[in-house]
């Protein structure tokens, strides 16, 4: 028999000691036998009628400026999939911490985590478009699902949060499916981190990562560019991976950034750009002007290093270049709106990450 069991479709023939677990706002310690034995809850018009075990919990409220813990987790154990639906924006902050570490090794705005960065906190949750993020850690579906199945261990404690930055109370819809677990010696710890440059300094760079320290391996990046400024083509920029000590030059350079999320000569098809979503790599959320108010183009796009891991020692470091072309046929240094999400694996203790910005900072306009 194995302990250490993530799932997937190589282990599901393996029998397991691991105990399923899952937490929700039906069953917030993820207790065995203790689901759906809410009797008081945020709806009771909705459920009055019929009484405990019928639907009466399943969402929280979390109130404006208050952090929620989702759950708080002894281990050993593995988090297999999470699931978040209805109200999304930037003003909704995920974090994940380890083993009782102060500092969290998961720090994101919630949609972006998912690979969906450009959701307004004001937008009806009913209201299209719709895009559809098909990948196979991240998935996006009607409407606004967020599910994740990247394997997370955890050999003592795993804890999870939302924080609520904005004025008005935030409606949580929320599963976290787990197994409590041997875990494996050699088994590293998830990681993800949002940071956002707006506008990007002129002939700079976005830093999608940083001041990493540990062993590890790089496993994905979600990018989120809104264009600045001039028109043309933007998207000749250089993803570069320094790795161990390199300083001036990469270990591992790209040659654009729709090369580097799998697509090729602009994604552009008889004159239109083209969305994908694909199990590693996608551009799937276009946003174009509305000729009135909306008048900056916004793609989403992500890369999973599933198959091609990026492995690091000691240290890691990611850039992204702001590069189009100007009208003579030269590159041209841009400064557009770069968010992005970096993930990967690796050891603790997680060095503390750059302070949040502001939820102005980081809002969509």
Not at 7 to 29: C, D
Not at 230 to 244: C, H
Not at 281 to 293: E, K, V
Request: proline share 7%; hydrophobic share 30%.
């Amino acid at each position: 028999m194995t302990d250490f069991f993530t799932g997937g479709l190589t282990n599901l023939p393996l029998l397991s000691n691991a105990k399923s677990r899952s937490v929700s706002a039906e069953n917030f310690t993820g207790e065995k036998g203790k689901g759906g034995m809410a009797e008081t809850g945020p709806a009771p018009q909705c459920y009055s009628h019929l009484g405990q075990g019928w639907k009466v919990s399943p969402k929280v409220c979390i109130e404006p400026g208050e952090t929620f813990v989702l759950t708080n987790i002894d281990g050993p154990g593995v988090i297999q999939s999470m699931w978040f639906g209805g109200q999304m924006g930037s003003d909704y902050i995920l974090r994940i911490f380890w083993d009782e570490q102060e500092f969290p090794s998961v720090e994101s705005c919630l949609p972006n985590f998912f690979g969906y960065g450009w959701v307004r906190i004001d937008d009806k949750v009913h209201d299209g478009p719709f895009f559809h993020l098909n990948s196979q850690p991240v998935a996006v579906n009607p409407n606004r699902g967020m599910n994740c199945f990247w394997p997370m261990p955890f050999k003592k404690k795993c804890k999870i949060t939302i924080e609520n930055r904005s004025d008005k109370v935030y409606t949580c819809f929320y599963q976290i499916n787990y197994v409590l677990s041997e875990v494996s010696e050699n088994a590293a710890y998830f990681h993800a981190q949002i940071r956002r440059t707006n506008p990007v300094p002129y002939k700079s760079v976005h830093t999608i990562i940083d001041g990493i320290s540990g062993k590890g391996h790089y496993v994905g990046t979600t990018l989120f560019i809104g264009l600045n400024g001039s028109g043309n083509w933007w998207g000749e920029g250089e993803v570069k991976f320094y790795l161990d000590g390199d300083t001036d030059f990469p270990t591992i350079c790209g040659t654009g950034t729709e090369d580097y999320v799998g697509g090729s000569y602009n994604w552009e098809v008889s004159g239109a750009y083209v969305p994908y979503s694909t199990p590693y790599m996608g551009m799937h959320q276009i946003l174009q002007p509305d000729n009135l108010y909306k008048h900056q183009r916004r793609f989403s796009m992500y890369r999973w290093h599933i198959m091609d891991a990026i492995h690091f020692n000691n240290d890691i470091r990611v850039t992204i270049q702001d590069l189009g072309w100007d009208n003579n046929g030269r590159y041209l240094p841009r400064q557009d709106d770069i968010t992005s999400v970096a993930y990967w694996y690796q050891t603790l203790p997680t060095k503390p990450f750059p302070k949040l910005p502001s939820r102005e900072y980081l809002e969509i306009i």
